[in-house]
């Protein structure tokens, strides 16, 4: 009897580090897209992998193991966003009062590489568009499924991702000037 139980654990707990390997990668970039910063991208997605692994017995048993870290991840990142916002501003005005550095330099050689200014231009979103934007087009999910991962309906997200592309739109279109920078 305790023999079995020790082999079920064991074969759990494989399941479960089979599951982080195979979902890490995409959780983190996610979460990057969404939250714009790499550390906690991968503190969000450290966070979301506890709360997965609490509930992993039932995790287990569904069909989207996947989908339902995912739900957890974007959750936990639009609940914190307006905290590292806050966060995040304090930071950046601690390093420019601290070291100095010439920021209109480094935005200059940041806005050469296309990806970062995609990455500025997500950021200008609100969270909850980030979030619709990522979940959609780079995680290339329906918009049934979008709306299941955000808990919203298929309205709210069809009519956030159209916001969210007309302001990237208009971010694009915008000429870059001092000011803008």
């Known amino acids: 009897m305790r023999q079995s139980r020790v082999s079920t654990a064991d074969r759990r707990r494989a399941e479960f580090e ?80 601290q070291d100095g550095r010439d920021e209109e330099s480094a935005r200059e050689l940041a806005a050469i590489d296309s990806r970062s200014e995609l990455q500025q231009a997500l950021a200008m979103l609100t969270p909850r568009q980030r979030a619709v934007l990522v979940l959609r087009y780079f995680e290339d999910l329906s918009e049934a499924d979008t709306a299941a991962a955000l808990g919203c309906s298929i309205g709210t997200v069809k009519s956030t991702a159209s916001r969210a592309l007309v302001r990237l739109q208009s971010t694009f279109a915008a000429p870059i000037t001092k000011e803008s920078r």
């Open 18 to 97: 089979r599951f982080v390997a195979e979902s890490t990668e995409p959780l983190v970039r996610a979460a990057y897209l969404v939250v714009g910063d790499l550390a906690e991208a991968e503190d969000l997605v450290q966070e979301c992998l506890i709360k997965v692994a609490k509930r992993w017995p039932r995790v287990r048993s569904m069909d989207h193991p996947r989908a339902y870290a995912r739900r957890v991840l974007i959750n936990l990142a639009l609940d914190g966003s307006r905290r590292r916002v806050r966060n995040r501003g304090e930071l950046e005005l601690g390093d420019a009062v």
